[in-house]
């Protein structure tokens, strides 16, 4: 035991001691890790063994080796470049090539970058052929990694790796973690240290465009919102799914099945799988929105569940505000799907809230098809039913998919159906297959980085970590960040992905959990915007919006309260001037100053805060800019941002 | 309020008054009462300095009877108390006519209040005042994850006693401890607030309102817990009234207060009224535009025609310094009566006030519809900010 005291004094004194500096930064392992030998790594210098001091006279010998090379090119110039983002070496070599003319040096890197990148993932294939991981996923990680190496040692070849990674390799006289469970050998490296050669190799370097350009086949990533009604079977459906997906362990479905039973709710097993809170379990319904990652044949998925009931519809926006695509979940009971699509019923709310949100797809998955018989009746009369009304929100033929599912049974989930019930009348294909179908969104990958913070907490050994988006941009790991609108600096320790993953930067489109250092709990929270120092986003207590004005019991007037929403804000507003109406059509002024909206109107309206919120305008940003207003616990109207005063 | 003595001629209106403010509620009419001009006794504390005939100075605190006429007056919510500023217009041995001096209206403490005209909105307030028997203090508590307040309504105010604002971490794959801790964390600190801030001894009632189930999460927590702390609480079970909001802002209060459960229980209370006559205004204007409007022209235009039924107007309008501004107002409330209308004057500090302040402080329902005035609205609606 008293081995084990002292790793978790280690850990205590790491966070504390070490603030300022960058952990986490992991580099790659070359070779496949054993899993039995895997759980027996730990920390740099947990045990002052031996090997510890080899591995400091190793990376002193690359040292000194580079600060030989150095007066041989003009140490100003090189520095030049250098921070703009090129690898040392090929730095150097271009330097001396052209007697230390920066300007042709850089056009030489320049040039030769593009082969560079062919170079590199050539032999991250072949790299990533010898383990037996997933080729996409270890083509970025290791033309990262290779990036990392030949930024930091002397040597051009990014084939030798094995030279500067040795600080991390395994060291069987690591006392056993018992605080982490270690997933696989990639989570190995994750370790929150900072490895002597990690700390040479700043990741600010990597060419994250670069590589993103470069990894074309990569599997995309698509982020998916699941919404509708209330006990429509969303969570089930979802659950279900990741266990075919094989994303549950056996023990943890088989727990959650007992333990359901006991509370006489068998059925809820699977939802279990993502409602995971007390309050959540006891009541049979989801309350916020439970997020998880998974991978298909040809995607990676990342899954928002949100919650159906009416209460929880912010909570719904927080989530359905991130996503690309939207599975709608619906009854298809005799009464279940009545309820959910009447007035009243969250199916048409939400409809027009995702609708509103941007979201382009939407998936219509009929549920509990078991309990009609797999009628092909049911389906073409839900389907007409439905298709009618999302044809009126906006959505086009071609954006629509239905398709016909159990969540329970697991129907038509991840295999095509068998059921000789369905197939006698419906061909098409699974859910998956559907997802797989599905165009990738276009990111922001050059517009300036944006993330939108969805929680703030605690991580029992990385310390304080914040979880969120990027909607826009790139970020590297040790970069300096501004957390909007407080304007508190912090640092980026390390990053990790949803599962636990870490990460040296992280692109437009990803969900990730940034471990800051330099602020507290205090100064961050849901709804900040983390950008970097030299692209703030705009903060304004007041901006103009075009709205469009929902179905709506009373009309909105001057001085109207509401709450106004966007991405996972939520935050009391008031509309304070009604500038226009404007036809829908064409958009041209109907009415200045109108004395009060009512439903179906568009309108120009000035809203005002009590606090100050970060925006963009809608055609710089598509999430930052959409906003919608609630009232009484409805959505009155939603709109985009036109000016920001 | 107690009202001790009342002076005033109704030839012209002028007259005196005598008080004594009970309770910090008071304080808030007594500064809907005064305005600038206006000329009030009472007794206060002044340091005087005298001068021997060697020069030495000495200086004392003296109790004194002091009569000035008011210039500025300042009204902290929050602390309830009233400073009035303004010139001493009485010979005094003290004082020095025509020296500045600030009196802080204090509880308990008489004072008389001089006007030179005393209207039907001022008569209106102290009557309004003086009524002891309306007073039911109500608490109400609206709440969603990381967010509460705890306010207590009055008949004329709604006061924010706290805010809490937590940040509450999400629940995680595989992991809700966070979550789980973060929630007990703030039931912990809305149930300290709840004990700090309302006075079980006075509130009859207290709303606790929220999305979802944290309501039940919250008064099972505090009700079920061992922990001492929160006995109060727990000995005063049966006053706790659980309603649904849609937030757990500010102005949920109204949205809690027109409730139609929890209106029939506080019918009397003015906040409820109040926010029924605004429902009232909105569903008029979907149903029949051309009988609701606001505005100040509006509703001039409006009452010239004694087209208004009911009239809602908030208070603030009548504390204008600018006082042909207030005579305006005082004139349209007293049109509408002469004509049989009802007029409801909202308390800016009530949430369903403040709502109406930002609709430009003046609504009205017609009794018939004018159509013609919704021309009117294009060039009167002139924003000043």
């Avoid at chain 1, 740099?44 to 600060?67: A, K, L, M, N, Y």
């Avoid at chain 1, 398709?403 to 295999?415: H, Q, W, Y």
């Avoid at chain 1, 109406?581 to 064409?586: A, D, G, P, Q, V």
Wanted: proline share 4%.
């Amino acid at each position: 035991m008293s081995r084990h005291r002292i790793v978790r004094n280690y850990i205590g004194v790491d966070s504390e001691y070490y603030e300022d500096e960058v952990f986490g930064r992991s580099v790659e392992e070359d070779s496949p890790l054993s899993p039995s030998l895997s759980q027996f790594i730990y920390n740099r210098g947990s045990v002052p063994d031996e090997q510890h001091g080899i591995t400091r006279s190793s990376v002193d010998c690359v040292q000194e080796e580079e600060e030989m090379e150095l007066p041989e090119a003009d140490e100003e110039a090189l520095n030049t470049m250098y921070d703009m983002g090129f690898e040392m070496d090929l730095c150097k070599d271009a330097l001396l090539q052209y007697d230390n003319d920066v300007t042709r040096a850089l056009n030489h890197v320049i040039e030769n970058g593009a082969q560079q990148h062919v170079q590199e993932d050539r032999q991250s294939q072949s790299n990533a052929a010898q383990q037996g991981r997933t080729v996409q996923e270890d083509q970025l990680a290791t033309a990262l990694q290779s990036r990392l190496q030949v930024g930091g040692s002397g040597d051009s070849t990014p084939t030798n790796c094995l030279t500067p990674v040795k600080s991390t390799t395994p060291r069987s006289g690591s006392p056993p973690s018992t605080r982490r469970p270690l997933r696989d050998p990639a989570s190995v490296n994750s370790t929150p240290t900072a490895t002597p050669k990690a700390k040479k190799s700043r990741p600010k370097d990597i060419d994250v465009l670069g590589i993103l350009n470069s990894k074309t086949d990569e599997k995309p990533l698509i982020n998916v919102a699941v919404v509708g009604h209330v006990d429509a079977g969303k969570s089930t459906l979802m659950g279900h799914l990741l266990c075919l997906l094989g994303h549950v362990s056996k023990k943890e479905l088989h727990k959650n099945k007992t333990e359901s039973q006991k509370l006489g709710k068998g059925s809820f097993a699977y939802a279990w799988v993502l409602d995971e809170t007390g309050e959540e379990r006891e009541r049979g319904v989801t309350i916020d929105v439970a997020q998880t990652k998974f991978q298909t044949s040809k995607k990676t998925v990342n899954l928002l569940d949100a919650p159906g009931h009416k209460d929880f519809v912010p909570n719904m926006i927080s989530g359905a505000s991130q996503a690309d695509v939207a599975i709608l979940v619906v009854d298809s009971t005799p009464g279940g799907f009545e309820a959910g699509f009447e007035q009243g019923g969250q199916t048409r709310e939400h409809v027009v809230l995702v609708r509103a949100l941007g979201v382009q797809t939407l998936i219509v998955a009929v549920n509990k098809m078991e309990n009609v018989g797999w009628r092909r009746k049911r389906y073409d009369h839900i389907s007409s039913e439905l298709g009618v009304f999302l044809k009126s929100v906006g959505f086009k033929n071609n954006e629509l998919i239905f398709i016909p599912v159990s969540g329970l049974e697991g129907e038509n989930l991840m295999e095509k159906c068998q059921n000789p019930a369905l197939t006698e009348w419906y061909s098409g294909g699974s859910l998956v297959d559907v997802i797989d179908s599905l165009d990738p969104p276009k990111r922001c990958y050059d517009r300036p980085f944006r993330l939108v913070v969805t929680d703030v907490f605690k991580h029992p050994q990385m310390g304080l970590s914040v979880a969120g988006k990027v909607d826009s941009g790139f970020l590297i790991v040790g970069t300096p960040v501004v957390v909007m609108p407080g304007g508190t600096t912090a640092m980026v320790k390390s990053m990790t992905t949803v599962d636990d993953k870490c990460v040296d930067y992280s692109v437009a489109g990803e969900q990730c959990i940034l471990v800051v250092g330099g602020t507290d709990q205090t100064k961050i929270h849901n709804g900040n915007v983390i950008c970097e120092s030299h692209s703030r986003v705009r903060t304004t207590l007041k901006f103009k919006a075009r709205v469009l004005v929902f179905n709506i019991d009373i009309p909105i007037t001057k001085g109207f309260p509401i709450d106004l929403h966007y991405q996972t804000v939520n935050e009391p507003a008031v509309i304070s001037r009604l500038i226009s109406t404007h036809s829908k059509s064409n958009g041209q002024v109907l009415k200045a100053k109108p004395r009060c909206l009512t439903k179906n109107q568009v309108a120009l309206v000035e809203i005002k805060c009590e606090r100050a919120i970060c925006l963009e305008l809608f055609k710089d940003s598509k999430s930052l800019g959409r906003i919608t207003c609630r009232y009484g616990g409805n959505t009155i109207a939603a709109g985009m941002v036109i000016e920001i005063t | 309020m107690k009202l001790l003595n009342k002076y005033i001629d109704y030839k012209n209106g002028n007259g005196r008054m005598t008080f004594i403010p009970e309770e910090g509620e008071d304080l808030w009419h007594v500064y809907n009462l005064i305005a600038a001009g206006d000329v009030v006794r009472c007794t206060t504390l002044r340091k005087v300095v005298t001068e021997s005939s060697t020069g030495s100075t000495n200086a004392q605190r003296v109790k004194t009877n002091l009569t000035i006429e008011v210039e500025s007056i300042s009204y902290d919510v929050e602390a309830m108390s009233l400073a009035l500023k303004g010139r001493n217009v009485e010979e005094n041995q003290y004082v020095k006519m025509g020296a500045y001096h600030t009196l802080s209206l204090e509880l308990q403490r008489k004072f008389t209040l001089t006007k030179e005209n005393w209207d039907a909105i001022a008569l209106e307030r102290v009557e309004e005042a003086c009524d002891s028997g309306k007073t039911a203090d109500l608490a109400a508590v609206v709440l969603q994850e990381g967010l509460a307040h705890v306010c207590l309504v009055r008949q004329s105010m709604t006061i924010t006693k706290a805010k809490i604002e937590l940040p509450i971490p999400r629940k995680r794959r595989g992991s809700c401890t966070n979550h789980d801790k973060a929630m007990l964390r703030f039931f912990d600190t809305v149930g300290n607030a709840m004990i700090r801030h309302l006075d079980f001894s006075v509130v009859k009632c207290v709303l606790v309102a929220s999305p979802g189930f944290v309501k039940d999460k919250l008064m099972e927590h505090v009700l079920s817990t061992e922990r001492s702390e929160f006995k109060t609480l727990q000995e005063n079970k049966s006053i706790f009234v659980f309603c649904h909001s849609s937030s757990g802002h500010k102005h949920a209060v109204s949205e809690v207060l027109s409730d139609p459960n929890i209106t029939a229980r506080l019918s009397d209370t003015k906040a409820a009224g109040e926010v029924r006559a605004l429902g009232e205004f909105y569903t008029m204007l979907k149903n029949e535009p051309a009988r609701a409007f606001y505005g100040p022209a509006q509703c001039l235009a409006a009452s010239e025609q004694e087209a208004i039924d009911t009239l809602m107007v908030t208070d603030s309008l009548f504390r204008s310094t600018d006082l042909a501004e207030r005579k305006k107002y005082v004139q349209l409330v007293e049109d509408v009566k002469g004509y049989g209308g009802t007029v409801h004057i909202f308390s800016s500090l009530h949430t369903s006030g403040e709502k109406l302040a930002l609709l430009t402080g003046v609504a009205a329902l017609l009794r018939f519809p004018m159509p013609e005035l919704e021309d009117l609205a294009v060039d009167s609606d002139s924003d000043s900010d």
